[in-house]
């Protein structure tokens, strides 16, 4: 369910994500914009800044960054997936971004280049979320912020956990994988983790959005097309275990339904942090 294929080494099911990105993009664009415009504000982007947006995926809080930053700032949107950056390029053109091939673990930008940082669904990915924290500092200007957004835990973000932990039932050898999205999910370690790379006035905020679909159909849709890191582990699946994975993730959602419409409140955590 990951927001890009941002910062970890390649492997089969991240390999055919970065193949059919405009699938990702289906999938996670339609929630992952619901969560920045709170990020874009919490980065205090003024106009003319230059702002960096780590793990851009498809370019949505680029976008967002561009339109706080106005026509005299710059945007640079950076992701490892190249297929990622193609479909953000269809998205960018009449905006002040550039896209940039680059690891969030070692940006490509001088010392104190930037006047805000954004990383939306992305940082958990890393594998070494300090050095990508400590990254995010040095090119930050003193005095200017950083602003990431993460999955809350799973029980408050049943858009994502109910097929991943579905999965995890039946694939537990994958179980790593599948739950990566939980990692910075722990507040106090979240803080921990942004304090230690020297950030400044650091602050954790939950923000929760409403998540609707007209139907389950809807919902599975881009699941059965192998639109994230998760989906496409699912796909690998033999055909009668895939039905096994549907059905059950059916069930689970049918609380979650009113008049054949699913509703599903999911959480982020806001991380804010002061160079």
């Not at 390649?10 to 990105?21: F, K, M």
């Not at 999910?185 to 954790?204: C, E, K, P, W």
Request: net charge positive; with cysteine; charged share 25%.
């Amino acid at each position: 369910m990951a927001a890009s294929s941002a910062q970890s080494t390649p492997n089969d099911a991240h390999t055919l994500v970065r193949r059919d990105s405009r699938r990702h993009d289906r999938r996670v664009g339609r929630w992952s914009r619901l969560y920045i415009p709170a990020l874009v504000e919490a980065a205090r982007i003024m106009p003319g800044d230059r702002v960096l947006d780590v793990a851009t995926g498809t370019g949505e809080a680029a976008i967002a960054a561009a339109a706080a930053a106005g026509p005299s700032g710059r945007v640079i949107a950076s992701d490892i997936s190249l297929p990622m950056l193609l479909v953000a390029k269809r998205k960018v053109p009449d905006w002040p971004v550039a896209l940039v091939a680059m690891n969030g673990q070692g940006l490509a930008c001088r010392d104190e280049s930037v006047d805000a940082l954004l990383c939306q669904l992305g940082l958990m990915f890393f594998p070494d979320v300090g050095r990508g924290l400590q990254e995010f500092r040095r090119v930050l200007r003193v005095g200017r912020w950083m602003a990431a957004c993460v999955w809350s835990a799973p029980e408050r973000a049943p858009f994502v956990s109910i097929f991943s932990d579905t999965m995890v039932r039946h694939v537990p050898a994958k179980r790593e994988e599948l739950l990566a999205w939980t990692s910075l999910a722990d507040t106090d370690r979240l803080h921990r983790l942004l304090t230690g790379a020297g950030f400044r006035d650091v602050s954790i905020t939950l923000e929760t959005r409403p998540i609707s679909f007209d139907s389950f159909e809807e919902y599975w849709e881009p699941i059965e097309a192998g639109g994230s890191s998760t989906a496409a582990l699912y796909k690998d699946l033999p055909g009668a275990l895939r039905d096994t994975v549907r059905e059950e993730v059916r069930a689970r959602m049918k609380r979650d339904e009113a008049g054949g419409r699913l509703l599903l409140n999911s959480e982020t955590l806001l991380a804010v942090g002061r160079k």
